[in-house]
């Protein structure tokens, strides 16, 4: 800049200078907002020809991660938010409005459970939660006003496998739509859309991210509705931060290697401590695709092992209120995840005190078999010690 002072030119002197030669990596847009050059140029952006405005609308790297997300879920069109429940929240709404209905499955993430059954309750929206296991049942809970029906294709910390095919025939049956969080299973084990789920929603925190370094959320699906949870997401302010789409991007791209091994590691868990002692239960789908059964193991100890023990022999094991790092963790569905379910519904489910979540990583199998064997015995030596 010429003819200005040094005041001046210390705002303005770095940070203009354009760059010719392609990066291998985005840059990160790290702006709240974008500059235009005349009148026209800002109203070119409102005839679609100039590509961003403001961020809490759009960002280009909102952009590359939600395309990315929207690829790998074979959906024509994605947005991504500041987090899975907020993604949650505007694919919800994108649907839903005051008087509505929806219908969700009962053993949801506590944290849906919250949003559904408290928050969008006091915006008029009602929701009926039930067993998705019989598809009949269900469906003689369909009212007037349904407009939405919501479940998980994996279930948290259970591991039941939705019944898809039944969701999408009811919800086409009936002009309803259908929703799906797709968090545990991922895109590499399951593609909701492709078997005509219209909205499939992540928390990102977990495996697309998989680096526990970023909380972020994704929904994908038909067009139609992301651009309404689009508009929602920058009405609300929900919007994922630059450099946390960046991350989540660049942690994207590792998802297959991640998963393969996630999901070959937990299936040998799984098969392992089926025969453990101190062990009374293992949760792990039989089958959910042709790509694995996804890296979350659940076990239930035997009623005379003393969890506190179990907890405290973890070795390099930590217990995490999360799940999906690379990092094999822990953590306790009855003090977090699903502290905020009512304690029948827990009970129902079979969610007690000795149930244990354990999402698998990446490290050496047979250590990991070690460490839970080790635990598991502990367990059951220190309380008999009492
Ligand atoms: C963690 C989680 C969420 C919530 O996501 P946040 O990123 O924590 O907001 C929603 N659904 C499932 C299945 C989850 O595991």
């Given at each position: ?22 990066s ?26 100039n ?92 009212q ?29 049956k ?21 078997l005509g789920?219209d909205?499939?929603v992540?928390s ?14 994704a ?5 139609d ?10 009405h ?7 450099f946390d ?12 290697v ?37 890296a ?38 009855l ?5 905020s ?21 990446i ?24």
């Amino acid at each position: 800049m010429k003819d200005v002072h040094f005041d001046t030119s210390t705002v303005h002197a770095a940070g203009h200078s354009g760059v010719k030669s392609v990066s291998k990596v985005k840059p990160i847009y790290q702006t709240s907002a974008f500059t235009f050059s005349s009148l026209d140029d800002l109203e070119d952006y409102f005839r679609g020809k100039n590509d961003y405005l403001y961020t809490r609308m759009n960002n280009p790297n909102q952009d590359d991660f939600a395309k990315g997300v929207a690829e790998l879920e074979q959906a024509p069109a994605g947005v991504v938010t500041s987090s899975g429940i907020s993604a949650i929240m505007v694919g919800i709404l994108a649907v839903v409005q005051a008087g509505d209905h929806i219908l969700a499955c009962e053993d949801l993430y506590g944290g849906t459970y919250t949003l559904l059954s408290e928050e969008l309750k006091t915006f008029g929206i009602e929701t009926t939660f039930v067993s998705f296991e019989d598809m009949d049942e269900v469906e003689k809970q369909i009212q007037p006003n349904t407009k939405l029906i919501y479940s998980e294709s994996v279930t948290n910390p259970l591991l039941r496998v939705e019944n898809l095919e039944g969701i999408v025939s009811l919800a086409k049956k009936h002009g309803i739509t259908s929703m799906i969080d797709n968090t545990f299973a991922t895109p590499f084990v399951l593609q909701p859309y492709t078997l005509g789920i219209d909205i499939v929603v992540h928390s990102a925190t977990k495996y697309l991210n998989g680096h526990g370094d970023v909380t972020a959320g994704a929904v994908v699906g038909r067009e139609d509705l992301i651009a309404k949870a689009q508009a929602k997401m920058g009405h609300l302010g929900c919007n994922l931060g630059p450099f946390d789409a960046w991350l989540a991007s660049r942690g994207l791209k590792t998802l297959s290697v991640r998963m393969e091994r996630h999901v070959s590691n937990a299936q040998e868990l799984a098969d392992q401590l089926q025969d453990t002692k101190g062990i009374k239960k293992v949760y792990y789908p039989e089958h959910v695709s042709e790509k694995g059964n996804g890296a979350i193991v659940t076990i239930e100890l035997d009623e005379n092992s003393d969890v506190h023990t179990f907890f405290k022999s973890l070795d390099w094991v930590k217990i995490v209120p999360t799940l999906a790092g690379v990092e094999t963790t822990v953590s306790y569905p009855l003090g977090t995840s699903h502290r905020s379910l009512p304690a029948e519904v827990c009970e129902k489910l079979g969610i007690n005190k000795n149930v244990i979540r354990i999402s698998v990583g990446i490290e050496d199998k047979s250590d990991i078999c070690k460490v839970f064997k080790y635990a598991a015995e502990q367990a059951l030596v220190s309380n008999q010690n009492l």
